[in-house]
């Protein structure tokens, strides 16, 4: 199954960081700050993901 929460997150760090470098923006513009943002909250999401209580994905059949 798909992680959409990391998917959306990716894609919008990787439309943010394109941006960026289109204007040549520096560090401390809201952008950049949302880019390091995203970067914590991945971080997080992945090792709550890792941790060793983390809850499997439930699989249920369709029908």
Request: with cysteine; aromatic share 4%.
């Amino acid at each position: 199954m798909a992680d959409l929460y990391r998917k959306n997150l990716e894609s919008e760090r990787r439309q943010l960081w394109a941006t960026c470098r289109l204007k040549g923006l520096k560090r401390d513009t809201p952008e950049r700050l949302r880019i390091a943002e995203i970067d914590r909250l991945l971080a997080e999401h992945k090792a709550k993901a890792s941790s060793p209580n983390a809850q499997p994905p439930v699989h249920r059949e369709e029908g």
